[in-house]
């Protein structure tokens, strides 16, 4: 439970209606996990600052689950539909996260203490989105970023996040096309590497492919960011062919994604 001393009037009155609409949310799904393990005393003065700062009003539930992170279907205060990211503190796969930041020329100073890693790939996955989304890369929208909490664009409708390529029914030539896209954009314009695409974390939605998940995204700097590119690339080609969709050579991949 909450310590109500520990915080301000007008945040714990937040934090009731927050708790209020969970408890609604865990009764009405299964699917609502009971979330307060994830609200340690740093996670949530993170919250409390970005609602401050306007960035976020309110969490309505669980989204998405994995073992480094939670993804929450949230809101701002004139409605706005909001995702948001919380690293989970307790988290120790971070440390296999390691190769993706040092060597990124970005990020000199890496920690070795867990909270020190997970705040600094919070950090560096906002700091991927912004660059992405400045580049014009489809990516959700980053809003704010405190600590380990992450808000960004919320992609779906209604609190249910749209599908993945894994997920929908027929992938085509042109989900195929436009995904390359983004991926040269990325490359040659954001000057970032994904290091972790596949059709787990691209959203199909109206009519747009949309990369997620960009904490592992390197620098094209980085000595292992070709390696990483090639990864990507046959990833793609792997779901795509699996799909029967035509696919191009690998080589001729790299240098459509690099300008070569």
Excluded at 67 to 96: C, P, Q
Excluded at 211 to 229: K, M, Q, R, Y
């Amino acid at each position: 439970m909450w310590n109500d001393g520990d915080f301000p009037e007008e945040v714990r009155a937040r934090l009731l209606e927050y708790e209020k609409k969970s408890r609604y949310l865990r009764k009405r799904s299964e699917d609502y996990e009971v979330v307060e393990d994830v609200f340690d005393k740093s996670t949530k003065m993170a919250l409390y600052k970005l609602v401050n700062k306007g960035v976020l009003h309110i969490l309505l539930g669980v989204v998405k689950t994995g073992k480094e992170s939670r993804v929450y279907w949230g809101k701002k205060a004139d409605g706005t539909d909001v995702a948001v990211k919380i690293y989970l503190t307790v988290a120790s796969e971070f440390k296999r996260r390691l190769p993706y930041i040092e060597g990124d020329p970005r990020f000199t100073e890496a920690g070795r203490g867990i909270h020190d890693v997970i705040e600094l790939w919070a950090r560096k996955e906002y700091r991927n989105l912004t660059e992405a989304y400045e580049a014009g890369v489809k990516v959700p929208q980053p809003f704010g970023l405190n600590r380990n909490v992450l808000v960004m664009q919320f992609i779906g409708e209604n609190g249910t996040p749209a599908p993945t390529l894994r997920e929908v029914e027929e992938v085509t030539q042109k989900d195929y096309r436009l995904i390359i896209e983004q991926v040269r954009l990325l490359y040659q314009k954001a000057k970032l590497v994904h290091a972790d695409l596949s059709e787990y974390n691209i959203f199909k939605w109206r009519g747009e492919v949309i990369l997620f998940d960009f904490g592992s995204a390197v620098s094209v700097d980085h000595p292992n960011a070709d390696e990483f590119l090639l990864r990507d690339l046959e990833n793609l080609n792997r779901f795509f062919d699996k799909n029967g969709v035509k696919t191009l050579r690998l080589q001729t991949l790299l240098k459509k994604v690099k300008g070569e």
